[in-house]
């Protein structure tokens, strides 16, 4: 059974960088396309990055130039480096397969104060 657990999250500035971290359990990263996605309250679960078992990576326009999607595959763990914080950033953020989700992990808040 495969786990995700997310960390790395919290309250910074506008402006501000965090580095979330997806320590992945059960399966490969390596061998599945993985991605992080983000629910800010009132809104869908939208997708953000992704990082194919290739190493290819794409964004969504929104978060493009300012967020990158990595992985350590001695970790078994995928990263998401984000810089240039708004607060439209405000969400909780989570990492999953792409596509065909596993059963989500608990995800790590992001806070942007303005």
């Known amino acids: 059974q495969v786990q995700l657990v997310e960390s790395g999250g919290g309250l910074v500035q506008a402006g501000g960088s965090l580095t979330l971290s997806c320590a992945v359990s059960?399966?490969?990263?390596?061998?599945?396309?993985m991605a992080w996605y983000r629910q800010a309250p009132g809104k869908q679960r939208e997708w953000i990055a992704r990082?194919?078992?290739?190493?290819?990576?794409l964004y969504v326009d929104s978060v493009k130039g300012r967020f990158t999607i990595s992985r350590d595959n001695s970790k078994n763990t995928v990263y998401l480096q984000v810089n240039g914080l708004k607060p439209e950033d405000a969400a909780v953020y989570y990492c999953?397969?792409?596509?065909?989700?596993?059963?989500w992990g608990q995800g790590t808040q992001v806070t942007v104060s303005s």
């Open positions: 059960g399966t490969i990263v390596s061998a599945v396309t």
């Open positions: 990082i194919t078992y290739g190493g290819s990576r």
């Open positions: 999953n397969r792409s596509p065909d989700a596993w059963n």
